[in-house]
C-alpha cells in the first residue's frame, strides 16, 4: 500500500530506487507536530488587539510550504557531497553572523535579524544545520584515521570551529541559539569517538567557562537572572519569575483533560508573554492539558526514535555524525523550550522545533529532517 | 560501525529518553499535583471586579413619609493628578487660573454661581496636591456633561459625573436625629471593610469614594442602609484590556435596607417650632425683678439654645426630639466647606452641630426632686425609708418650709468635726436656704413637689448624709435605678450618660482635672445640692424624659426607640422594635400616688403667688405666657426645674406626661429645657403646654416636603415650567424655545391635582393639593404661598 503510492512519486534522474529507502513515519510525526503546532499558533494570536486572527497562521503556513521544499530538496540531494561544500559553507556562516550584527535588525536589544521587507530572516538559525554538516565533515574527512579517535589537535581545532559562530551569536546576544551550537558540538565530538578523559577535560573547560560566564559581566544582568531563575525563584527580579510564573500557571490551569482548544483562559488572557514563540508550550499545556501535552512529547519521542535508528544504520560516519547533531540539535530544542515553560530549565529564548511561530526556525528544521532523510534514503547505496 | 560507536550511541539513547521522561513527569506534577494551587492564581489573573455602588436605604417617618431620600446629580470634579500633569501648579500658575477661570464661568453660566476663589480653596482645603480628587461643584445642570465631555482638553483633570447624594426633603427637620453623611476616610474605609470577606459578594463594602453616615440615624444604622455594591466581572488580558463580561459572575447592586423611624415629622416640625418660639420668648422676656436694689444684675437670658423631647412612655418610642439651634443636613451633601463646617461646630454661635437631647448634660434642677422623693420614701437599702416615724417623720406629716433649712445641733457638730478632719477648716454652714428665700406652709410630699420646696429635700438629703442609720449614697441609687449615670440605650451615636455624683465620682473625677473641681471630699452640701438636682449632677434631656417615662409607666425604665421598623428595599420586614426594657424600679401604689399628685399638683395645684403649682401657670393663664389647657380631659402630671449655672441664667426645665387617668395609660411625656433662659415654670413649661395643646386639640397642620413644595409652586405659576433656556439649550433647542417662552403665564392648570372650593371664602387664593408623601396619608393641602 505505501510502496504503491510512493511508486507515483515523480523519479528524479539517478536516483532511481531513492524514494522507496526514504522514511515515511520521521514525515508523519514532523507534519503531525506541524500541525498541531500550527493550530497552537492560531489559538495563541487570534487576541491579537492590533492584527488580524490569522495573521500569525498565515505567515507560518507560507514558511511550512517553504519548509517542505526545502525539506524534499536537501533529501534529493546527496549528503556525500556536502562534505566538499563544508568549508565554503562555514564561511557563508561566519560572514552571514558577522554581517547581522552590522546590518542586522534589532528586536528586544537582540541583533539577529535580516530585515526584507516584511520578512525576517534569523541566520543563526540556518547556522546551525551548517555547523552540523561543518563538523561532520571535519571529523571524518580523513580516510587515514578512519575509526581512530580523534586528536588533541582535532579536537582543540573543531572547538575554534564552534567557537567562532558561537562568539558571533552571543554578540547579538543570543544565549539560547549558542547552547544549541554548544550541545550539537558536544553530540558531534562523542559520537566522534573522543577519547573519554578527552571529553572529561572538555567537560571541566565547559564548567569553568560556564561558571566564568555566570560570574562576570559578560552577560546583562536580565541573562543572568533568565539562567539562574528556575533555581532561585525568589530570587529572581520581578519580570522574570513573572514569564516563569504565568507559563506554569497556564500548564497547570489545563490539568490532565486541558481547558479545550481554544478555551484556555491564559491563553486567551495572553498572560504569558511570549506564547506563540518560545512559550508555546504554555498553550498546548493549557489548552489540550496532560493528554495533549504528553502526546505531544510522544510524537517528538518517535521522531527522535526514528533518527536514532537512522543514525545508527547510516552508511558512513559522516552521515551517522550529521544525523547525530541534528537529533542532539532537536533534543535539546525540544527539552529546553518545554522546559523553560515549566520551569525545569533556565529561560533562554529557544523555540520549540515545528510548534513554535517563527519561519527561519522552521525552515531550518525541514532542512535538518531533510539531511536525516537524505542520509536514510542512501543508506544501501 | 563499531562497538564504540554503537555504545556511544546507545548512551545518547538513554539520555534522549530520560530527558523526555522528565520532561513528561513535570508536566504530570504541574498538572496533576500542583494544579489546584497554581489554577486560583489563574483564575484571579482573568477576572477584573469592578465595583458599582448600591443606592442607600431611605429614612421613613413613622407614617412612612421620606426624611431622606437620594437622587442623582451631576458632580464636578478635578483629578488634582491630571491637573497638576498638565497645568504644574508653581510652573503654570497663571494658566492654571485661567483654566479655573473658565470653569467657574461655565459652571455659573449653567446656573451655579461659581467664583475662582471658591474652585482656589476647595482644591486647597483637600490638604491633597497631586493625587487625590476634589469635587468642586455638585449638583449642576446635566447639559455640562456633553459640554466638558466635548473639551477635555480645554479642561484638564476636570470630569464630570453622575453621583447619587442624599435629600433631606424636609429640610432641617429632626436634622439631629437623622445626622448627615460625609466622604469616608481611610481610617472607617479600613475598619468597616474589615467586617467583611472581600471575596464575599454579599459584602457590604465601602468604595474609595463612598459616603458614610457620619452622626444620629445616618451612622446609627449605616451597616443597614449602606447597600451591597454591584460587581461587574469582566475578563481582562495582561493589559487590562477587557475581552468579555462574564455575565454569571456578574451582580447587580442590592440598595441599602430602609428605616422606618418612631419619629412623625409633623410632630417633629411641631416641637421644632414650640422650642423655638419659647426661646424666641425668654430672650425677650422682662428680667425677673431684683429682690435687691443692691443685688447684681443677673446674667443676660441669651435663651439661644434648647431641647425638647417627646417619648410615648408606653413604648419607649421617641416622637419627636427637638434640638436648637439646628442646621440643615443638606448642606453636607457634596461636602460642607471648612468655614461651614466650623460654624456648625461654633460654640459662640451654641454649636449648631451638637444634638442637645442626647448630648447636652445639664443640672436637672427640681425636676431631680421626683428621684429624692422617691427615695426618701422606699426603705432602699434599710428597713425604714426616711420619709417614716424611723427618719424624718412620715411623707404625710405637714412641715413648714421657712424659706431655709438648719441642721440640727447635735449633727451640725458632728458634719462640722468631719468637715474638720478631713480640709482643717473650722466652720461649715448648717443652713441651706431656698434661692429665693421663698417661704411655703404646711408641705407634704405632694405639696413639697407641687410647689417645688427645696428646705424639704434639703432635709431629707442632709439626713442622708449625717445620719448613720441610713445609706449616705440612696439617692444617688435610686437616680441609678432612674436610668441616670449611663446612656439611656437609645442607640443614637454620640449619647452622653451624665453624672450620678458620689463621693467615689468626686475623688476620681478630681484626680483627672483637680482645678475643676477644687476639692476631693464630699460634704453636707453636696448630698444636699444633688436632692435638688443641682451640684455635680448631669442629666441629658433625653436621659431626663425617660426617667418620667419609667414613672409614668409604672417603673418600667425602657431603651428609648429612635427605629420602628427595618425593612428591605423590596418591602420585606426585616426586623420590628419592641418596646425594649432595661431596667425596672419598684413603684408601690403607696408610693405612685402621693407623688403622682404633687406632678399633678404642679401643673394644677391654685393658690397665691408663690405657693401654687410651680407651672400651674403655663396650663392655666394665657395672661402669664400659657395657655387655658383642658387638663379635664387631658390631665397633666409634671415637674419644673430651674438649674443655676454659674455665670449663666438659668437653665429652665419642664417635663411632664399625660393623660393622668386610671382607665387610659399615658401617652405622651414631653421635656422642655431652654439654656440660659430662667425660671422652668414660667419659660419651660408654656412651650410644652403650647406643643400638647396644639398636639391633641388643635390638628398640626402636615409638613409639606420640598417636592410638595415645588409641586405647589409648579401648579400657582405653571409659567415657572418655561424658564429661561441655558446656553446649552440654546444651540439645540433655540428655534422651538423662543416661541414658547413669550407665553403668558396660564390660568389654566390641570384639574386632576387641583381642588377648586365650592364654597368662596374670604381668602381668593385657590386651594391646592398635591398628593402625600406616602401612601396611606391624604393628600397634602398646599400651604398660603
Known amino acids: 500500500m505505501t510502496a504503491s503510492v510512493l511508486s507515483r512519486v515523480p523519479r528524479l534522474r539517478g536516483q532511481d530506487g531513492l524514494w522507496r529507502y526514504i522514511d515515511p513515519s520521521l514525515i508523519i510525526a514532523s507534519g503531525a507536530i506541524t500541525a498541531l503546532g500550527t493550530l497552537m499558533i492560531f489559538s495563541a494570536t487570534r487576541n491579537n488587539p492590533t492584527l488580524p486572527a490569522t495573521y500569525f497562521v498565515e505567515r507560518q503556513g507560507a514558511a511550512i510550504a517553504i519548509g517542505l521544499v526545502v525539506m524534499g530538496l536537501v533529501a534529493v540531494f546527496d549528503y556525500r557531497k556536502l562534505r566538499e561544500l563544508a568549508p565554503l559553507g562555514f564561511l557563508g556562516l561566519v560572514a552571514l553572523l558577522g554581517g547581522v550584527l552590522v546590518v542586522g535588525q534589532e528586536i528586544n536589544e537582540t541583533r539577529a535579524w535580516f530585515q526584507f521587507g516584511s520578512i525576517q530572516l534569523q541566520p543563526a538559525e540556518f547556522a546551525k544545520p551548517v555547523i552540523i554538516v561543518v563538523l561532520a565533515a571535519f571529523f571524518t574527512g580523513d580516510r587515514a584515521t578512519e575509526g581512530q579517535p580523534p586528536t588533541v589537535r582535532r579536537l582543540l581545532a573543531a572547538l575554534v570551529l564552534v567557537a567562532v559562530p558561537i562568539g558571533l551569536i552571543m554578540r547579538q546576544p543570543d544565549l539560547g541559539t549558542a547552547l544549541v551550537f554548544g550541545v550539537i558540538a558536544t553530540a558531534v565530538v562523542i559520537m566522534a569517538g573522543a577519547r573519554p578523559r578527552h571529553l572529561l577535560a572538555l567537560a571541566l573547560m565547559l564548567t569553568f567557562a560556564t561558571t566564568a560566564v555566570l560570574t562576570s559581566d559578560t552577560l546583562d544582568t536580565y541573562q543572568r537572572d533568565r539562567l539562574t531563575v528556575f533555581i532561585n525563584p525568589d530570587k529572581a527580579s520581578a519580570r522574570v519569575s513573572y514569564n516563569l510564573k504565568q507559563a506554569q500557571v497556564a500548564i497547570s490551569n489545563g490539568g490532565i483533560p486541558g481547558q479545550g482548544l481554544f478555551h484556555g483562559s491564559q491563553t486567551r488572557g495572553r498572560f504569558v508573554p511570549e506564547q506563540q514563540t518560545d512559550f508555546i508550550f504554555s498553550v498546548v499545556g493549557e489548552e489540550l492539558g496532560f493528554i495533549g501535552g504528553s502526546m505531544l512529547i510522544g510524537l517528538f519521542c518517535l521522531l527522535f526514535l526514528r533518527m536514532w535508528r537512522i543514525a545508527s544504520v547510516a552508511r558512513d560516519p559522516f552521515g551517522a555524525l550529521i544525523v547525530v547533531g541534528v537529533l542532539a540539535m532537536l533534543v535539546f530544542q525540544v527539552f529546553q523550550s518545554i522546559g523553560m515553560t515549566m520551569g525545569i530549565m533556565p529561560i533562554t529564548g529557544i523555540p520549540l522545533p515545528f510548534v513554535s511561530y517563527g519561519g527561519s526556525s522552521l525552515i531550518t528544521t525541514y532542512a535538518s529532517i531533510g539531511l536525516v532523510l537524505s542520509v536514510h534514503m542512501r543508506r544501501f547505496s | ?785
Open chain 2, 1 to 785: 560501525m563499531n562497538d564504540s560507536t554503537q555504545l556511544r550511541l546507545r548512551l545518547i539513547g538513554v539520555v534522549i529518553v530520560s530527558l523526555m521522561a522528565a520532561l513528561v513527569a513535570r508536566l504530570w506534577f504541574l498538572q496533576s499535583v500542583e494544579s489546584e494551587a497554581l489554577r486560583s492564581i489563574a483564575e484571579g489573573n482573568l477576572l477584573k471586579e469592578v465595583l458599582t455602588p448600591a443606592s442607600r436605604g431611605l429614612i421613613l417617618d413613622a407614617k412612612g413619609r421620606p426624611l431622606v431620600t437620594n437622587k442623582r446629580v451631576t458632580v464636578v470634579s478635578i483629578d488634582l493628578a491630571e491637573l497638576d500633569r498638565v497645568l504644574p501648579a508653581t510652573e503654570m500658575e497663571d494658566e492654571r487660573v485661567e483654566m479655573l477661570t473658565r470653569l467657574a464661568t461655565e459652571l455659573s453660566g449653567s446656573g451655579r454661581l461659581t467664583k475662582v476663589a471658591d474652585l482656589q480653596s476647595a482644591i486647597e482645603a483637600s490638604g491633597l496636591r497631586n493625587i487625590g480628587k476634589v469635587t468642586v461643584a455638585t449638583d449642576v445642570s446635566p447639559e455640562l456633561f456633553v459640554f466638558f465631555g466635548e473639551r477635555q482638553d480645554d479642561f484638564p483633570g476636570v470630569q464630570i459625573e453622575s453621583k447619587s447624594v442624599r435629600v433631606y426633603p424636609y429640610g432641617s427637620v429632626a436634622a439631629h436625629v437623622l445626622g448627615y453623611m460625609g466622604r469616608i476616610d481611610q481610617k472607617e474605609l479600613k475598619s468597616r471593610n474589615a467586617e467583611w470577606n472581600l471575596d464575599d459578594p454579599t459584602a457590604k463594602v465601602y468604595l474609595n469614594d463612598d459616603d458614610i453616615g457620619k452622626t444620629g440615624v445616618e451612622y446609627m444604622f449605616e451597616g443597614e442602609l449602606h447597600g451591597t455594591p454591584g460587581r461587574d466581572v469582566y475578563e481582562v488580558d495582561r493589559n487590562q484590556r477587557v475581552i468579555r463580561r462574564r455575565d454569571e459572575l456578574s451582580r447587580a447592586p442590592i440598595a441599602g435596607n430602609n428605616v422606618r423611624l418612631t419619629i412623625d415629622v409633623d410632630i417633629q416640625k411641631h416641637v421644632e417650632q414650640e422650642l423655638a418660639r419659647g426661646l424666641q420668648t425668654a430672650r425677650e422676656a422682662e428680667p425677673e425683678p431684683k429682690k435687691n436694689p443692691t443685688d447684681p444684675d443677673p446674667p443676660v437670658a441669651k435663651a439661644s439654645a434648647g431641647s425638647a423631647t417627646l417619648l410615648d412612655p408606653m413604648t419607649g418610642d421617641i416622637i419627636a426630639m427637638a434640638s436648637y439651634p439646628t442646621y440643615d443636613p443638606n448642606d453636607f451633601v457634596g461636602g460642607i466647606s471648612t468655614a461651614k463646617f466650623n460654624a456648625l461646630n461654633d460654640k459662640a454661635a451654641f454649636q449648631p452641630i451638637l444634638n442637645r437631647a442626647i448630648q447636652g448634660q445639664y443640672a436637672p434642677g427640681s425636676t431631680f426632686k421626683l428621684v429624692t422623693a422617691y427615695a426618701a420614701m422606699t426603705p432602699g437599702p434599710r428597713d425604714y425609708p426616711m420619709l417614716s416615724a424611723q427618719g424624718i417623720g412620715g411623707y404625710l406629716d405637714p412641715k413648714d418650709d421657712p424659706g431655709y433649712y438648719t441642721i440640727p445641733d447635735d449633727l451640725c457638730k458632728v458634719q462640722r468635726d468631719e468637715a474638720k478632719k478631713e480640709t482643717g477648716v473650722e466652720f461649715t454652714s448648717c443652713t441651706f436656704i431656698n434661692p429665693d428665700l421663698a417661704k411655703h406652709p404646711a408641705l407634704d410630699i405632694t405639696k413639697a413637689i407641687a410647689v417645688s420646696s427645696d428646705a424639704y429635700f434639703y432635709e431629707i438629703a442632709a439626713m442622708y448624709d449625717l445620719r448613720k442609720d441610713f445609706d449616705s449614697n440612696t439617692i444617688q441609687m435610686a437616680a441609678e435605678l432612674f436610668g441616670f449615670g449611663r446612656t439611656t440605650g437609645s442607640g443614637l451615636p454620640g449619647e452622653f450618660p451624665g453624672v450620678v455624683p458620689t463621693e467615689k465620682y468626686l475623688k476620681e473625677a478630681y484626680a483627672k482635672a483637680p482645678a475643676a473641681f477644687g476639692r476631693d471630699y464630699w460634704v453636707t452640701a453636696d448630698t444636699v445640692q444633688l436632692s435638688v438636682g443641682q451640684g455635680l449632677n448631669l442629666v441629658s434631656p433625653l436621659q431626663l424624659t425617660n426617667a418620667y417615662a419609667t414613672f409614668a409607666n409604672g417603673g418600667k425604665v425602657l431603651a428609648p426607640n429612635v427605629a420602628k421598623e427595618l425593612t428591605a428595599a423590596d418591602g420585606k420586614v426585616l426586623r420590628t422594635w419592641a418596646p425594649r426594657q432595661v431596667g425596672s424600679v419598684d413603684i408601690s401604689p403607696e408610693i405612685r400616688g402621693p407623688l403622682l399628685n404633687g406632678l399633678l399638683g404642679a401643673v394644677s395645684l391654685p393658690g397665691p403667688e408663690g405657693d401654687r403649682g410651680t407651672a400651674y401657670d403655663a396650663f392655666h393663664s394665657i395672661a402669664k405666657g400659657g395657655i387655658d389647657f383642658a387638663l379635664d380631659e387631658f390631665p397633666i402630671a409634671g415637674k419644673t426645674g430651674t438649674a443655676e449655672v454659674q455665670g449663666k441664667a438659668d437653665s429652665a426645665w419642664f417635663v411632664g406626661f399625660g393623660p393622668v387617668k386610671p382607665e387610659e395609660p399615658p401617652r405622651y411625656v414631653i421635656s422642655v429645657l431652654l439654656e440660659e433662659s430662667g425660671f422652668g415654670g414660667r419659660l419651660a413649661a408654656p412651650v410644652a403646654a403650647f406643643a400638647l395643646n396644639d398636639l391633641l386639640f388643635n390638628a398640626i397642620p402636615s409638613v409639606a416636603s420640598s417636592d410638595q413644595l415645588q409641586q405647589c409652586q409648579d401648579l400657582r405659576s405653571p409659567a415657572a415650567f418655561t424658564r429661561e433656556p441655558s446656553k446649552y439649550e440654546v444651540s439645540v433647542k433655540r428655534t422651538t424655545t423662543t416661541t414658547t417662552t413669550t407665553l403668558a403665564p396660564s390660568s389654566t392648570v390641570p384639574t386632576t391635582t387641583v381642588a377648586v372650593p365650592t364654597t368662596t371664602t374670604a381668602n381668593t387664593e385657590q386651594r391646592l393639593t398635591v398628593p402625600a408623601a406616602a401612601p396611606n396619608l391624604p393628600p397634602l393641602e398646599c400651604p398660603p404661598p
